[in-house]
C-alpha cells in the first residue's frame, strides 16, 4: 500500500493494482508505525483490455508519428524505442514501463502500422 496525500494505491509485483480515496487524513499518515517515505515512483497504470500498442523509433529531432499525427517528445529520448498504447481518445508513450507522455488523440481512424522496420529494430 502506498499512501500520497488524499490517494492510496494498491501495488502488486511492481504494478499498480488500483488507486482510491484515502481513508486517513494526510497529517496521521506520517505518524503511522513503520511509515516511511517511498523511494520509487508510482507504477504506471495498468493497460486497458484489448488496448492495441504501437512501437515507434523516437526521431533525432524528438518526435514519433502515429496515424499522421506528429507527437513530440523530446530530443532527449531520440533514438529509443517506445511502445505507444493507443486508447480512445489519447495515446500513451512508454518506454522500459515508464511513461513518458499522454497526447490526445485527434484522428480516430484504425491503426495499420504497430511495429517499427528497418535497421535495428526488434519488434516485440
Known amino acids: ?27 496521521r499518515i506520517a505518524s ?10 508510482l507504477p504506471p497504470p495498468p493497460l486497458p483490455p484489448g488496448s492495441i500498442q504501437a512501437q515507434r523509433r ?6 514519433i508519428m502515429v496515424n499522421k499525427q506528429r507527437i513530440k517528445l523530446g530530443q532527449r529520448h531520440a533514438g529509443k524505442l517506445v511502445t505507444v498504447v493507443i486508447e480512445d481518445t489519447h495515446y500513451r508513450i512508454l518506454h522500459d514501463d515508464e511513461e513518458l507522455a499522454i497526447r490526445p488523440r485527434k484522428d480516430t481512424t484504425p491503426i495499420t502500422r504497430l511495429h517499427v522496420r528497418g535497421k535495428g529494430a526488434h519488434p516485440t
Open 58 to 63: 523516437v526521431h533525432a529531432n524528438g518526435r
Open 1 to 27: 500500500m502506498r499512501l500520497d496525500g488524499h490517494l492510496m494505491h494498491a501495488i502488486a509485483n511492481g504494478a499498480l493494482v488500483g488507486t482510491w480515496p484515502c481513508p486517513l487524513p494526510a497529517d
Open 32 to 41: 503511522l508505525p513503520g511509515a516511511r517515505i517511498a523511494a520509487t515512483p
